[in-house]
């Protein structure tokens, strides 16, 4: 059975977690405390030497680090993959996205302030600058979703659950959501979808 070193709050660690479930596949999960150095244990750097979750123990081959390396090792040949290549490519242009725009700013602020607690105060003008540039994510991402139910394909696809993963708890990084009709809708569709379940949930 496949074994998923994780923690719990992670956005990236939950993407792997949807896709499991959505495909109905079995696998136990073991719980990392990212918070108090465990990752970067010996232990755990001996399964990923670059020291994060999520990692995936796949029984027969080793363990996959990087949240988008796992889903689509997950999700190959399945339907949340699109079969067309241009759509295929389009899931991808958003997963690139997603690692290089939207995680590092949204993400790492919901970090900083949800799960750190470090304050305003604290974080000066780092945190002006990770919302700046969160906000522009945003920005892009309601303009992408206009006309669209999907990101890709014109279904649901690894595309929507990795932008999911942080868009709909930007919340808690003081992102305010209420000016981004197409991204409130769309997070409704996807927290719809069949086996969905909540960020914490195992
Ligand atoms: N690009 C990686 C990012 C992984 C990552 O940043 N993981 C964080 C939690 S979301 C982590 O393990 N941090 C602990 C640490 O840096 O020691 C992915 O998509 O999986």
């Given at each position: 059975m496949y074994r998923l070193y994780d923690y719990l709050p992670s956005g990236n660690g939950y993407k792997v977690r949807l896709v499991l479930k959505y495909l109905s596949l079995p696998y136990e999960l073991?719980?990392?405390?990212?918070?108090?150095?465990?990752?970067?244990?010996?232990?755990?750097?001996a399964i990923n030497p670059n020291g994060r979750i999520p990692v995936l123990e796949v029984p027969g081959k080793?363990?996959?680090?990087?949240?988008?390396?796992?889903?689509s090792y997950l999700a190959e040949g399945t339907?949340?993959?699109?079969?067309?290549?241009?759509?295929?490519?389009?899931?991808?242009?958003?997963?690139?996205?997603?690692?290089?725009?939207?995680?590092?700013?949204?993400?790492?602020?919901r970090?900083?302030?949800?799960?750190?607690?470090?304050?305003?105060?604290?974080l000066g003008e780092k945190l002006v600058e990770k919302k700046k540039h969160g906000y522009a994510a945003l920005d892009v991402l309601e303009e992408g979703l206009?006309?669209?139910?999907?990101?890709?394909?014109?279904?649901?696809s690894l595309a929507d659950i990795a932008v999911y993963a942080y868009t709909h708890v930007?919340?808690?990084?003081?992102?305010?959501?209420?000016?981004?009709?197409?991204i409130r809708?769309?997070?409704?569709?996807?927290c719809n979808q069949p086996r969905w379940a909540p960020i914490t949930e195992r």
């Open positions: 073991t719980e990392i405390d990212i918070k108090n150095g465990a990752t970067r244990k010996p232990a755990f750097l080793g363990h996959l680090a990087e949240s988008h390396a796992i889903i339907e949340l993959v699109p079969d067309e290549s241009f759509e295929r490519a389009r899931m991808w242009q958003w997963m690139c996205f997603e690692q290089y725009n939207l995680e590092p700013n949204i993400g790492m602020v970090f900083w302030v949800g799960s750190l607690g470090k304050t305003r105060a604290e206009r006309d669209r139910d999907f990101l890709a394909g014109g279904r649901y930007a919340h808690e990084g003081g992102f305010d959501l209420a000016p981004y009709p197409n809708a769309w997070c409704e569709r996807v």
